[in-house]
């Protein structure tokens, strides 16, 4: 099932990449992803930015200047403390991620279409269920990949609770119950 599932994601994932590589030819895939992360916490400031992109905060500083020289973030002094920056997006930037975003929901539709009706609806019924087991039990595909949770807080071991050993020879530690994520609340976005 895990192989099927693989190679069904290599095409939607194909469908992202050249939704991505046709709309946002001016941004790295990192600045694209910081991006998308500024625009899930308006108001964002540059430590957690780093903590959420997995970067140092010296390289989320430098992304954070190209953002700004292309039009794309605007800095201005955080509301409770001067001295901390807060980061938004400009115009520009909400205007090319939903030009993103048109461009994948028209690549998916053309796919969609060719599905018969049952298909559409299980397949939705089916990521549905994806969504939100994944978000519950905090899966992942790799070792050692940083997780993170919607609220942005980042999961220590995401191969915990999975019913086998993190690591060879260390055994899972028991992990507390997830918290509740809103339905309104995005996942963090980890690529385009």
């Keep these: 099932m895990s192989a099927a599932l693989d190679e069904a994601a290599g095409t939607l994932l194909s469908v992202w990449e050249a939704a991505r590589e ?3 030819s001016r941004l790295s895939s990192a600045q694209l992803r910081a991006v998308m992360v500024v625009e899930q916490y308006d108001g964002i400031n540059l430590r957690r930015l780093a903590s959420l992109t997995d970067m140092l905060l010296s390289s989320a500083s430098r992304l954070c200047d ?3 020289a292309a039009g794309m973030l605007e800095r201005e002094p955080g509301r409770h403390d ?4 807060s980061l938004h997006l400009t115009p520009a930037a909400n205007r090319l991620l939903a030009e993103l975003r048109a461009d994948r929901r028209r690549r998916l539709a053309l796919i969609l279409a060719g599905m018969s009706a049952e298909g559409r609806v299980a397949l939705l019924r089916g990521m549905r269920e994806f969504d939100e087991v994944g978000r519950r039990d905090e899966a992942t595909v790799a070792e050692d ?9 980042r999961i220590s071991d ?3 609770g999975l019913g086998a050993t993190s690591r060879p020879g260390r055994p899972v530690a028991p992990r507390p119950p ?6 309104d609340e995005p996942p963090v976005v ?3």
């Design 22 to 24: 046709r709309t946002t």
């Design 66 to 68: 190209r953002l700004v």
């Design 82 to 85: 001067r001295r901390e920056i």
């Design 145 to 153: 990949w940083p997780v993170l949770r919607p609220s942005g807080e």
């Design 158 to 160: 995401p191969l915990a």
């Design 178 to 183: 997830a918290e509740p994520v809103p339905p």
């Design 190 to 192: 980890r690529t385009a």
